[in-house]
């Protein structure tokens, strides 16, 4: 059973920083994706940006230059780093990782519970 958990988050001022981490995604034999999606109370779920398995990222407009996705493949770890932060980008983060549990699996999604981004002085 796949359980993501993601951690990091809290209370910034606008400008700061948080780097949000997920973890939990040793089951899964064969990751094709890894992002990190918010949703804003209110808002719909909105993708903020994504990391496949050859390297490629993609980042939603209002991140691009302030947030860093990256993955460590040794603690089966994806971060999210968030600088320049905005109150705007108060949310629920959550960490969602796509893939195969084994070779001959059917491609799913898993989400983590998410984690709270509050940004305000």
């Known amino acids: 059973q796949v359980q993501l958990v993601e951690s990091g988050g809290g209370l910034v001022q606008p400008g700061g920083s948080l780097r949000l981490s997920c973890a939990g995604s040793?089951?899964?034999?064969?990751?094709?994706?890894m992002s990190w999606y918010r949703q804003a109370p209110g808002k719909q779920r909105e993708l903020v940006a994504a990391?496949?398995?050859?390297?490629?990222?993609n980042y939603a407009d209002f991140v691009k230059g302030r947030f860093t996705i990256s993955r460590d493949n040794t603690k089966n770890t994806v971060y999210l780093q968030m600088n320049s932060l905005k109150p705007e980008d108060t949310a629920v983060y959550y960490c969602?990782?796509?893939?195969?549990?084994?070779?001959?699996?059917?491609?799913?999604?898993?989400w983590g519970q998410g984690t709270q981004v509050s940004v305000s002085s």
């Open positions: 040793e089951s899964i034999a064969i990751i094709m994706i």
């Open positions: 969602n990782v796509g893939g195969l549990l084994t070779s001959w699996a059917s491609f799913r999604e898993y």
């Open positions: 990391l496949t398995s050859g390297g490629s990222t």
